[in-house]
């Protein structure tokens, strides 16, 4: 079936690290990819999205590019702060051949970041 | 916009004791979702609600209901909860379905212990 994953953690860095969390996918058709970032004691928020094949998300410094040909989203930042320590969680979502709009989520990589 | 809010923010029971959890979105959304979280397991789809006056079971149904009351308020019932299902629960919505191409938003969660 349809399901994302992603790399074990806890991933502890330092501040200005560079930080790479790795997903990948397997689904049938054209899916989005997205990554959400949950803050301690918060909610879900979305990071970024990829509706297409080549396409690169971004946002406050985060990328992630889908790669059809590896079935992969990886996510990364060239210099992580301390504020970027939480849980991020890659999601698959669109035309898979189920449900529309629902989302699979990875198990979740959660980060910190030491100063 | 208060976006997606959740009742209670926490909640104890006893094994056996029935309860409603509430979520409210006030985005206009046609879809809303109810998932859990637990450690090591990401999240998981419990029910969703594509439109108002429709429901349909997720991959973690067994246990609950659901009620999409109106266009904005979808509820998560528990008739006689068990220890299984401690667990942090999120509400999440959704403008429309296109694809899977649009990004949820996530109500802050509600945490569940049952003795």
């Known amino acids: 079936g349809n399901s994302v994953t992603q790399m074990e953690g806890p991933v502890t860095l330092s501040e200005e690290a560079f930080l790479t969390i790795n997903c990948t996918y397997t689904a049938t058709g054209y899916p989005s990819l997205f990554w959400y970032v949950q803050y301690p004691g918060e909610g879900l928020q979305l990071l970024l999205k990829a509706t297409k094949a080549d396409d690169k998300g971004s946002n406050k410094g985060f990328e992630a590019t889908y790669r059809k040909e590896t079935t992969s989203f990886h996510l990364e930042k060239g210099s992580v702060q301390v504020s970027d320590s939480a849980v991020y969680f890659c999601?698959?979502?669109?035309?898979?051949?189920?449900?529309?709009?629902?989302?699979?989520f990875g198990k979740g990589t959660k980060l910190s970041v030491k100063p | 916009n208060a976006g997606v809010t959740q009742t209670p923010k926490f909640q104890v029971l006893k094994t056996g004791q029935s309860m409603t959890l509430q979520c409210a979105q006030d985005m206009n959304h046609n879809s809303m979702y109810w998932y859990r979280q637990d450690p090591g397991m990401g999240l998981r789809l419990i029910y969703y609600?594509?439109?108002?006056?429709?429901?349909d079971k997720g991959e973690v149904p067994n246990g609950y209901n659901v009620s999409r009351l109106n266009k904005r308020e979808f509820s998560l019932r528990l008739e006689s909860a068990a220890p299984s299902q401690t667990s942090v629960y999120f509400c999440?919505?959704?403008?429309?379905?296109?694809?899977?191409?649009?990004?949820?938003?996530f109500g802050p969660g509600t945490r569940l212990l049952v003795l």
């Open positions: 609600s594509a439109s108002e006056g429709t429901t």
């Open positions: 999601a698959l979502g669109g035309e898979y051949g189920g449900s529309q709009g629902n989302l699979i």
């Open positions: 999440a919505s959704l403008k429309s379905r296109r694809g899977g191409r649009e990004t949820q938003y």
